[in-house]
């Protein structure tokens, strides 16, 4: 780009020569092989990643406020040579033009300037995550607990109406007529726990207590409404007729008597031969609820003062059950599995708590969780995720920098929310050293926690004969029993379980025992499941965070990516998102973090900010 074209009356230290300086050194070869050179080629995509960026960097998002400024602002005149891109140009660049896979090459590229001119080294990390609400309406929210609450009632109400249907074929003689078997309910695996959950919850609001979460994973993708395969036995023929329509986009639109079908087969989207031969079998059961009907010489009506005879209702009820089970279907296709709500007009938000509560009534909001991996105050990588937690988090920010940087990675540097079994093994295997705080870090500090004799770490341990055992307060002996296993999100976690065989006449029962009962547990002995793994793991990171090292990197990150969240969203006010869905969400906020590094470059070449090399006196987070 030719940056002369224009004489310009700014500063000589202005931010955008420095902007002119970076762009200079990147390699925008990904971001042309994108735009296409047929026809109209519309305006330079590297002036228009330039122009966004800049606005960015002065803190603008706005695709109006841009358009407005590329026409009285010098510096983006400037930029554009004088043109005068609208709003559509800026959509289509966008949101067509520049992908997350180019934006996080061109950030990379620049980090790697930075790693030449020593400003960072891409060895150290400090990770910490924020919420921003998404840009969607508050109150289009929809539960997991509430679908599955109504997904039973439907149930009950499929279960009459297959007995209503039986009736139906028994009393009029069509089962053997027609020969068509009797229904049968299908069984829907977790319906058990969910029915159980919607007791107790009765239950607890007449004694007013808090309900409990029922957001078991429910799996209806194998049910179809009706089950026809398993209700007629000469089905072959008719699936000879519709097996060229198997794996249509809209079943219904295919089968006789389509224009009911298609009501609900529209809600419908095929993506397995399964889900089309349960879609295909309802269409089926329509199809013989019409031959009956014409075999009988039955009219099915419709209009006022006409009154519906009994197998156009029967039909019609279940046509209007399959709609609402296939809604709810789709409801569950949207959430997923790993998250508990959604919001209809940003289906991959997820409701989380937001510290912004104006109500003051603890509401939840839609929003997306926005990590940041920072070092030397410069975004490394961003990530934006619809998991309430940051458990799940740090495992992909950490894959992102070694499939960008290679296995450069030494330290990584965060609070409690990232402190789990499976991120400190992860780091471990990697050979990445962990200064994670733990979630019990203030509570070991206390003398509650030194003098707490119920617990492993209070009690003295003992090999003998390559067997390990502890010693409780009382000098009994807890020895191995068993291994048990848990799996939690894909994980498992080994717990290897120590018991006494007698604590008959023990006076610390009280404080030893969980929950103990002098009348009821009187027999009970002390049991204990340890997983070993993980304390070795905590102990080993909580050593880490101990250190003077760790003091300062504790330091660092509270200072480093606390104060990005503040100038985000109080100085900048970047509290809601300007656009729909994870990834356009996370093209806008990586804009944002590039225009933040050039600002912060722009700093550190004019002596305006320097290192943090932070104080061992202070008081750490």
């Known amino acids: 780009m030719n940056f002369n074209f224009y004489e310009l009356s700014l500063p000589d230290d202005d931010p955008v020569y420095t902007l002119k300086k970076v762009m200079e050194d990147l390699d925008f070869s990904g971001l042309l092989a994108n735009c296409s050179d047929k026809g109209r080629t519309g305006y330079n995509p590297i002036m228009m990643y330039a122009v966004v960026t800049y606005a960015n960097m002065r803190g603008v998002r706005s695709v109006d406020r841009i358009v407005e400024l590329c026409e009285r602002d010098l510096a983006f005149i400037w930029l554009t040579h004088g043109q005068k891109p609208k709003r559509d140009a800026f959509y289509g660049f966008k949101g067509k033009k520049l992908t997350s896979e180019i934006l996080d090459d061109l950030n990379y590229q620049f980090l790697l300037r930075l790693q030449k001119e020593g400003l960072v080294t891409l060895k150290e990390l400090f990770i910490d995550g924020t919420k921003i609400e998404a840009n969607a309406n508050r109150y289009t929210f929809v539960w997991r607990g509430t679908i599955n609450y109504h997904l039973a009632g439907l149930l009950d109400s499929i279960e009459l109406n297959f007995a209503r249907y039986n009736t139906f074929l028994q009393e009029n003689g069509y089962g053997p007529k027609y020969d068509i078997g009797n229904a049968q309910m299908f069984v829907i695996e977790g319906m058990d726990k969910v029915r159980s959950v919607i007791e107790k919850n009765r239950k607890r609001k007449l004694s007013k207590h808090k309900k409990l979460a029922n957001n078991t994973v429910i799996e209806i993708d194998n049910c179809s409404p009706l089950e026809i395969l398993k209700l007629q036995k000469n089905l072959r023929a008719c699936l000879k007729n519709h097996s060229r329509n198997l794996h249509a986009p809209l079943c219904g639109i295919f089968c006789p008597n389509s224009v009911a079908v298609a009501r609900y087969g529209a809600l419908i989207r095929t993506k397995s031969p399964t889900n089309c031969d349960a879609h295909l079998a309802e269409s089926l059961f329509q199809t013989r609820s019409s031959t009956i009907a014409t075999g009988e010489g039955i009219e099915f009506v419709y209009g006022k003062g006409k009154r519906k005879p009994e197998i156009q209702q029967l039909y019609e009820e279940l046509e209007h059950l399959g709609q609402r089970l296939m809604g709810y279907k789709e409801c569950f296709e949207i959430m997923g599995k790993d998250r508990n709500s959604y919001s209809k007009t940003d289906l991959e938000a997820a409701f989380m708590r937001m510290k912004e509560d104006h109500m003051l009534n603890g509401q939840l909001k839609p929003a997306y969780n926005v990590q940041i991996a920072v070092e030397n105050y410069f975004i490394v990588h961003g ?239």
């Open 383 to 621: 990530y934006v995720s619809n998991d309430r937690t940051d458990y799940n988090t740090l495992i992909p920010v950490l894959e992102k920098h070694q499939e960008a940087f290679g296995s450069v990675l030494e330290e990584v540097t965060a609070d409690s929310g990232y402190c789990s079994e499976k991120n400190l093994l992860y780091l471990k295997e990697k050979g990445i050293e962990s200064y994670i705080k733990l979630q019990d870090h203030e509570k070991r500090k206390t003398r509650a926690y030194a003098e707490d004799i119920s617990k492993y770490y209070n009690m003295k341990v003992e090999v003998f004969e390559d067997e390990q055992f502890y010693i409780c307060h009382d000098g009994r002996e807890l020895r191995h029993i068993r291994t048990e296993t848990k799996e939690q999100d894909g994980y498992t976690q080994t717990f290897e379980v120590y018991g006494c065989a007698d604590c008959s006449g023990c006076e610390h029962k009280a404080r030893c025992l969980y929950k103990y009962n002098a009348e009821k547990d009187v027999e009970k002995n002390k049991v204990m499941k340890i997983n070993e793994q993980w304390e070795e793991l905590r102990e080993k990171s909580h050593a880490n965070i101990q250190s003077e090292r760790g003091i300062l990197k504790r330091q660092t990150r509270s200072i480093q990516t606390e104060g990005h969240f503040g100038d985000i969203k109080e100085n900048e006010n970047f509290r809601r998102f300007n656009y729909r869905s994870a990834d356009k969400v996370y093209k806008e906020f990586m804009l944002y973090a590039i225009g933040r590094n050039i600002n912060k470059y722009y700093r550190f070449l004019n002596e305006k900010l320097k290192k943090f090399e932070g104080k061992i006196t202070e008081k750490t987070a």
